[in-house]
């Protein structure tokens, strides 16, 4: 007889761990909590080559982490539902307040722009003093956002600071906690003497936020 007779629930518990146990895959997940996307799409916005991707999607496909769906000659991939989004910011919580590297990688990529958080942005959304600015590829824009913020993306912006009212504080979000466009953004935005500061944790962040609350539209 087995010294554990319970192996058997560790090893389907196991199976979560294994399909986490991927910088790749996570990536992959990261990508996909923003919204679904093609194969094709998937591996462009996670920089991961074409057959890697499919063939690490399958992975968390068998562990039920993400799902797909048929359109015309087309197949979305998606998270396989909101308990995997909301999984996905816990496990990024818990490893930020655990791992000292993980919180100086954040640094080093980011850079230490004090910024806005979710709950706060959420009380100031009828301020007039604040604009908010949508620095993702439009079509992440559109596929969802904050309450009156405005697209525009980190390739226009430049061209269009004089769209920008002066005197109001800038708030730029990209897609998750680890995008480094949002900082571009208010770095450029700074440069040219305006006030500004990135959302913490981008769009998922308040993504999550309106779902904790109550207040997803």
Request: neutral net charge; contains cysteine; hydrophobic residues 40%.
């Amino acid at each position: 007889m087995s010294e554990f007779p319970e192996e058997p629930i560790y090893q389907q518990l196991a199976r979560v761990g294994k399909a986490l146990a991927s910088p790749v895959r996570l990536r992959l997940l990261d990508v996909l909590d923003q919204r679904e996307r093609t194969v094709e799409e998937l591996a462009e916005a996670a920089g991961v080559a074409l057959k890697n991707t499919s063939a690490q999607l399958q992975q968390l496909r068998a562990a039920h982490l993400v799902t797909s769906r048929r359109a015309g000659t087309h197949v979305y991939y998606r998270l396989a539902d909101e308990r995997v989004s909301r999984f996905l910011g816990e496990l990024q919580g818990f490893a930020h307040d655990r791992l000292a590297d993980l919180r100086d990688a954040v640094r080093a990529r980011l850079g230490s722009l004090e910024g806005v958080t979710a709950d706060e942005l959420a009380s100031r959304l009828a301020d007039p003093g604040t604009v908010i600015i949508d620095v993702r590829p439009a079509a992440d824009y559109a596929a969802g956002h904050v309450p009156g913020a405005i697209s525009v993306p980190l390739a226009e912006l430049r061209g269009r600071l004089d769209d920008l009212p002066r005197g109001a504080e800038i708030v730029a979000y990209c897609g998750g906690p680890y995008c480094v466009v949002s900082p571009e953004a208010v770095r450029l935005l700074r440069a040219h003497g305006r006030d500004a500061r990135p959302l913490d944790g981008g769009y998922l962040a308040w993504r999550r936020h309106q779902k904790t609350t109550g207040t997803d539209a």
